[in-house]
């Protein structure tokens, strides 16, 4: 079992970056599928991004594509998400989640392990 705590988060100006980091305890997170998440109206959780065991394959939504990256560090057993050209609307709590099952999953039911969740403020 993993113990998932993340770190990073913080306040940036509109534009710029950020990189904020999940990192497990108690087990090797490259062992686990993993999800980023944060809430969206209407829904508790909407996924940000995806990736799959050993960092392998990455999923990422629409509306962070091309601007967020999620990758692995085998070193540090981190998983991290790092963040361009950020905007106010990326404002929010960034959940890491983690998962045993092979599917990288869409939905926050998918996922059997949380962090504690990170602050992200972008400022306009």
Do not use: H
């Amino acid at each position: 079992q993993v113990q998932l705590v993340e770190s990073g988060g913080g306040v940036v100006q509109a534009g710029g970056s950020l990189r904020i980091s999940c990192a497990g305890s108690g087990s090797t997170v490259s062992s686990y599928a993993g999800g980023w998440f944060r809430p969206a109206p209407g829904e508790e959780r909407e996924i940000v991004a995806r990736i799959s065991r050993s960092g392998a394959r990455t999923r990422y939504a629409e509306f962070v594509k091309g601007r967020f990256t999620s990758s692995t560090d085998n070193a540090k057993n981190t998983v991290d998400l790092q963040m361009n050209s950020l905007n106010p609307e990326d404002t929010a709590v960034y959940y890491c989640a983690a998962t045993l099952r092979i599917t990288m999953g869409l939905s926050a039911d998918s996922y059997d392990y949380w962090g504690q969740g990170t602050q992200v403020t972008v400022s306009s």
